[in-house]
């Protein structure tokens, strides 16, 4: 089965600065999917970005990109520029490219803007 | 686009009876999610629906839950009798086949005295 990890329960960051949330999972698959979701406190899940494990390039999206190393298992997420919106829970999550349409996701770090 | 739309948001029952969440996905999507947060758990998948059939429910806990999907843009998770270990927040998502990516509503949060 695949599992999800995310090692960081807690991370601050100062307004401005750049911030990495880290990721790593495990599986014998060599096609799926990542995720990361926000979660902010209003308890929603927002998509923030995702990344194909058959493409190389890393996934961008404005302020927030990818450290993708699919050797290492990792997917990493950092956010540029850190604003006081983006202090959330953030989740990442696997899925096959086959089969199972689920999401397994990690347990989440939460993320504190200091201003 | 509206979104995915849950009701009601918030739902305060007590032991023993039953609870109804109900969902509604985007237009077009063919799968419906069901998901389950909590403290201790995190966020888990409870069961999942394409074109109205369900396809993977291993993850409902037991047989006080359950989950039907009369047509394409409805959906409910009944749970009953509750418990108060059934206290958390619910998720409903959906997708388009072929689409990777789940938009997720915003939640049902339950409390079950």
């Known amino acids: 089965a695949q599992t999800v990890t995310q090692s960081q329960p807690e991370m601050s960051v100062q307004e401005a600065e750049t911030v990495t949330l880290s990721c790593t999972y495990d599986?014998?698959?060599?096609?799926?999917?990542l995720f990361w979701y926000k979660q902010p406190p209003s308890r929603q899940m927002i998509l923030v970005i995702r990344?194909?494990?058959?493409?190389?390039q890393n996934a961008t999206e404005n302020r927030f990109s990818v450290n993708f190393q699919k050797a290492a298992k990792s997917f990493s997420l950092k956010i540029s520029d850190s604003q006081l919106g983006d202090a959330a829970m953030y989740f990442c999550?696997?899925?096959?490219?086959?089969?199972?349409?689920?999401?397994?996701f990690g347990t989440g770090t939460r993320l504190t803007i200091i201003p | 686009d509206a979104g995915v739309i849950q009701s009601p948001r918030h739902e305060v029952t007590e032991m023993g009876q039953e609870v109804t969440l109900r969902c509604k996905p985007i237009s077009g999507h063919d799968y419906l999610f069901w998901y389950r947060q909590t403290m201790m758990r995190g966020l888990e998948l409870l069961i999942y629906f394409n074109n109205n059939v369900p396809i993977d429910d291993s993850g409902m806990p037991e047989d006080r839950f359950s989950a039907k999907m009369p047509n394409a843009s409805f959906s409910t998770l009944k749970i009953q009798p509750s418990e108060p270990r059934d206290s958390a927040v619910y998720f409903c998502?959906?997708?388009?086949?072929?689409?990777?990516?789940?938009?997720f509503g915003p939640g049902t949060r339950l409390l079950v005295l």
């Open positions: 599986t014998s698959e060599s096609d799926y999917y």
């Open positions: 999550a696997y899925r096959t490219s086959f089969g199972n349409e689920k999401l397994t």
């Open positions: 998502a959906s997708s388009a086949g072929g689409q990777e990516t789940q938009y």
């Open positions: 990344q194909e494990a058959y493409k190389q």
